[in-house]
């Protein structure tokens, strides 16, 4: 019987690996030609970048690769220097340069949600470093004892007891309070180009006086009480001043403990947009 012959591959590489090589090519060049037809926005580019850069630190020389040119022509030739941008990405960059760069970005051109978030995150820093400066200056008057201080991306706030201020269930002030309100109000007139907010507070125990029929009225009249007093002996332009009562609305500790209903009795002095005159 003849010995059969035995198939022998063919010689070269499979047939399905010329295919597979030609499709390939063939998406290689689709995308080539898509990127060298694209465009980019060269300012929105520059001014995103720098944000990220000069805000949240991502990129140390990435403000300098972006001034440079790197990577802002348009079409295939960014392909020629994206080596060059990535290796530059990262790098410590010159002061100088930087500067000048910076100083050609328009941030109006950033996604609204990233400059919502520059803009509180630098309000934020200048609000602390302005609540220091009150707080140093309530020290100097011998009130720092009496006044808490804090602070949001909005706001500066001065926080006294109703107790320092008033009798209780009275809108009146203690002669003693005058002279603190007196340094306090000196203290604001130096703040006087944002808006001024006086608010008052109680706790949520029901008021029974002839004078006032509950908690709202007693706050609201403790707010104007203060509010007039700054008008009268202060500089304070009282167009930018406000006052409002919160009644027992909005409490800062427990309304079931002697201690947090004294400090739910309160009058806040809000300090918006501040800066120093």
């Known amino acids: 019987m003849a010995k059969k ?4 591959p063919p010689a070269g590489s499979p047939a399905w690996m010329a295919t597979f ?17 694209s465009t980019i926005q060269e300012d ?26 790197l990577l802002i022509s348009n079409g295939v030739s960014q392909l020629n220097e994206l080596d060059k941008y990535i290796n530059s990405t990262g790098r410590p960059a ?13 941030l109006s051109q950033l996604p609204q949600e990233v400059l919502e978030e520059v803009l509180k995150e630098e309000q934020l820093k200048n609000n602390e470093e302005l609540s220091e400066g009150i707080e140093e200056a309530l020290t100097e008057n011998m009130i720092g ?45 130096q703040y006087e180009g ?37 008008k009268e002996n202060t500089l304070l332009d009282p167009v930018n001043m406000k006052h409002a009562g919160m009644g027992e609305r909005v409490p800062v500790a427990d309304n079931g403990t002697a201690e947090g209903r004294s400090r739910n009795r309160r009058v806040e002095i809000k300090i918006f947009n501040p800066s120093r005159g």
């Open 5 to 8: 012959k035995e198939d022998t």
């Open 21 to 37: 090589s030609d499709l390939m090519n063939l998406l290689l060049c689709f995308f080539v030609m898509l990127f060298s037809m």
């Open 44 to 69: 929105k580019l520059a001014a995103f970048v720098a944000a990220m850069n000069s805000t949240f630190s991502i990129f140390d020389g990435g403000a300098t690769a972006i001034g440079d040119g």
């Open 94 to 106: 010159d002061s100088t340069t930087d500067g000048e760069n910076l100083e050609q970005f328009d």
């Open 145 to 189: 004892d009496d006044i808490d201080v804090s602070f949001t991306s909005q706001y500066i706030q001065l926080s006294m007891s109703g107790a320092l201020l008033f009798d209780s269930g009275s809108a009146q002030l203690k002669e003693e309070s005058k002279e603190i309100l007196l340094k306090v109000g000196t203290i604001l007139e």
């Open 194 to 230: 944002g808006i001024i907010e006086i608010e008052g507070h109680t706790d949520n125990v029901p008021i029974y006086s002839a004078q006032f029929a509950d908690n709202e009225e007693l706050s609201s009249a403790r707010a104007l009480t203060v509010f007039y007093f700054l």
